[in-house]
Antibody, heavy 122, light 110 residues
Framework: EVYLVESGGGSAQPGRSLRLSCVVS????????MHWVRQAPGKGLEWVSGIDWSGSSIGYADSVKGRFSVSRDNAKNSLYLQMNSLRPEDTAFYYC???????????????WGQGSLVTVSA | QSVLTQPPSASGTPGQRVTVSCSGSISNIGSNIVNWYQQLPGTAPKLLINSSSQRPSGVPDRFSGSKSGTSASLAISGLQSEDEADYYC???????????FGTGTKVTVL
């Protein structure tokens, strides 16, 4: 069975940083693209970032470009999201999601982790 | 701000057929596949339909998807109480070079 477990969420003041981690098991992590998708409490879904199997091709939503950085460590079956210059509008549940294939631009997210809540407030 | 538009709500009685629409543009639905996700209350989203009309293993055949032009639809036939959830469409957007989700539709079983 596939598992994706996020950690690292919590509270931060505006302008500060947080780093999310996602450890996966149950599939060949090094063969698949990975994504981060977020959901503000009571709101809809927003794609944040995608990274291909090797980490050489990466994409970001305009809302986080220049502030967030995604990376992966295939040896540790782990995905990361470094979030800098946090804003109150970044408050959300952040989901780690497996892509359909090795390339992040090939559509689809399945399955999803349980989510990690990030709260940005003074 | 979502670029795919869905109705905020839809409802039906058990056994009825309910449809959820997803309206986009040539840069997203008009040029790319659509996936649908189901989010049960208090849980993470789950893939329901991929490649516009394909059901992943384990998804009941009462769920079906279709796409025409710049719009897509999700149909739930034989509505059941456990289908009460939020439903989101999603597609790649060529203009934004990123993925876009629909605004979400809450399906209520009366």
């Amino acid at each position: 069975e596939v598992y994706l477990v996020e950690s690292g969420g919590g509270s931060a003041q505006p302008g500060r940083s947080l780093r999310l981690s996602c450890v996966v098991s149950g599939f060949a992590f090094e063969d698949y693209a990975m994504h981060w998708v977020r959901q503000a409490p009571g709101k809809g879904l927003e794609w944040v970032s995608g990274i291909d199997w090797s980490g050489s091709s990466i994409g970001y939503a305009d809302s986080v470009k220049g502030r967030f950085s995604v990376s992966r460590d295939n040896a540790k079956n782990s995905l990361y999201l470094q979030m800098n210059s946090l804003r109150p509008e970044d408050t959300a549940f952040y989901y780690c999601v497996k892509g359909f294939s090795s390339m992040w631009k090939e559509a689809g997210f399945d399955p999803w982790g349980q989510g990690s809540l990030v709260t940005v407030s003074a | 701000q979502s670029v795919l538009t869905q109705p905020p709500s839809a409802s039906g009685t058990p056994g009825q057929r309910v449809t959820v629409s997803c309206s986009g543009s040539i840069s997203n639905i008009g040029s790319n596949i659509v996936n649908w996700y189901q989010q049960l209350p208090g849980t993470a989203p789950k893939l329901l339909i991929n490649s516009s009309s394909q059901r992943p293993s384990g998804v009941p055949d009462r769920f079906s998807g279709s796409k025409s032009g710049t719009s897509a639809s999700l149909a739930i036939s034989g509505l059941q109480s456990e289908d009460e959830a939020d439903y989101y469409c999603a597609s790649w957007d060529d203009s934004l070079s990123g993925y876009v989700f629909g605004t979400g539709t809450k399906v209520t079983v009366l």
